[in-house]
Structure formats: structure tokens, C-alpha cells
């Protein structure tokens, strides 16, 4: 349990500038910031709660909203895809459990740390959601006070892209997930205009597929 904690704690050091975006979402969202913050133990995922906020905030549609937090956390199915094997030997509770800390820095954690024993990858998996999940409620909870008087100059809306390439950088331990990675920036890029936020699925779709095909081609 203490390996999964302390190897949380590193990545979520860029998560805390997100933490204080996510505040000034909320403030300029135009809701209270009690509502604002109960998202994060309902949802438990930064980029879907500031995309829904940010488009409420922009005047879209509730169900436009929704759509399109929807599309951004469509990743973690595929999370789910990979972790897979490794949920099937595990308690009935831990399936249920497990799943509501499944953020893409656990995920990270779960490829880089491989454990194949079931008792000790659950001890582990547990041990780093529930990091992440206790931080994310505390800096939330402190960006939604202090984050709509961060200047504007201070240019927290940078913190977002850190912290996915920060991911990125963690995660690309070879040359094809360097690969995959690349294959989905340019992707994302080239269909960033689709409505609802629907380019990043658009995105991960198109680069999965294609790296299975490179990869099944490249068996003997």
C-alpha cells in the first residue's frame, strides 16, 4: 500500500495547477462554488469536470455539455480494455471499487509497475485511486476559493497540457507507446474542429487502430 501512495504523490504535483483551472471554471461557470467542488467526489475526473463547466460557462446546453464530458472520458474505457485481466481474479467489491479511482494517472501507474499477484495489484491500485482521490478533493477544494484571484498573466490555463504531457513522458517507456502517443497528438490536432469535443475520441480511435495494425503486421 505504501509503494502505490508514494508513487502517486509524484504525478500528482502537475495535477495542482489543474486543481486552481479547474476553480476559475467553476467561477466563471457562474456556480456556487459548493456545487462546483461536489463534482469531484461524483466524477472524479479533472478534464471531464472542467470541460462540463467550461461549456456551461459558455453557454451551451446542459445535454451539449454533458455530451461532450462524456466524449472526454470516453479514454477510460480503453483503460478498462487493459486492465482487464487483471480485474477478472478480484473480488466482486473491487470491481465495483476499483473502477471509480481508474484516472489516467493509476493507469499510468498499473503499465509501469506491472503486478500480476491479485492481492498485492489490489493493495496497490487502492492505495494510489485513494491518493490521488484524497489530494484531488483537498486542492479542489482550495482551488475553487482561491483560484478565480490567480491573475490571468499567471497563465494557469497552461496546466492542462502539462499535465497530460507530463503523462505522456511518464508512461512512453518504448518507442512504440512514444509512437502511439505522437500518432494521437497529430490526430487530435487535425480533428480538433468536431463538435462536443468528439476529435479526441475521433483521435484515440484512429491511432488505436492503426498501431494494432502496425503491431500485428510486425508478428511473425
Known amino acids: 500500500m505504501?509503494?502505490?501512495?508514494?508513487?502517486?504523490l509524484p504525478l500528482f504535483i502537475p495535477a495542482i495547477p489543474f486543481?486552481?483551472?479547474f476553480g476559475v471554471v467553476v467561477a466563471n461557470a457562474g456556480i456556487p462554488e459548493w456545487l462546483g467542488w461536489s463534482s469531484s467526489p461524483i466524477i472524479f475526473g479533472g478534464a471531464i469536470q472542467v470541460t462540463l463547466f467550461t461549456l456551461i460557462g459558455e453557454g451551451a446546453s446542459v445535454a451539449a455539455a454533458v455530451s461532450a464530458a462524456l466524449v472526454v472520458g470516453a479514454?477510460?474505457?480503453l483503460y478498462s480494455v487493459a486492465l482487464a485481466p487483471q480485474f477478472q481474479?478480484?473480488?466482486?467489491?473491487?470491481?465495483?471499487?476499483?473502477?471509480?479511482v481508474l484516472i489516467d494517472q493509476v493507469f499510468v501507474l498499473s503499465q509501469l509497475n506491472p503486478?500480476?499477484?491479485?492481492?498485492?495489484?489490489?493493495r496497490?491500485?487502492?492505495?494510489?485511486?485513494?491518493?490521488?482521490?484524497?489530494?484531488?478533493?483537498?486542492f479542489t477544494a482550495i482551488g475553487v476559493m482561491l483560484g478565480p484571484a490567480i491573475p490571468a498573466s499567471w497563465g494557469?490555463?497552461?496546466?492542462a497540457p502539462v499535465l497530460f504531457v507530463s503523462l505522456m513522458m511518464a508512461a512512453s517507456n518504448r518507442p512504440d507507446k512514444i509512437g502511439a502517443a505522437l500518432l494521437a497528438m497529430i490526430m487530435a490536432y487535425l480533428f480538433a474542429e468536431l463538435p462536443n469535443r468528439a476529435g479526441l475520441l475521433v483521435a484515440v480511435l484512429i491511432s488505436v487502430l492503426i498501431m494494432l495494425l502496425v503491431t500485428r503486421r510486425?508478428?511473425?
Open 89 to 100: 481474479n478480484q473480488p466482486t467489491w473491487f470491481r465495483w471499487v476499483g473502477p471509480y
Open 19 to 21: 486543481a486552481f483551472v
Open 2 to 8: 505504501i509503494s502505490g501512495a508514494l508513487g502517486a
Open 218 to 220: 510486425g508478428q511473425p
Open 75 to 77: 479514454r477510460h474505457m
Open 124 to 138: 496497490y491500485f487502492l492505495a494510489a485511486g485513494f491518493t490521488f482521490w484524497s489530494l484531488w478533493m483537498l
Open 115 to 122: 503486478i500480476k499477484e491479485p492481492d498485492t495489484f489490489r
Open 156 to 159: 494557469v490555463e497552461f496546466a
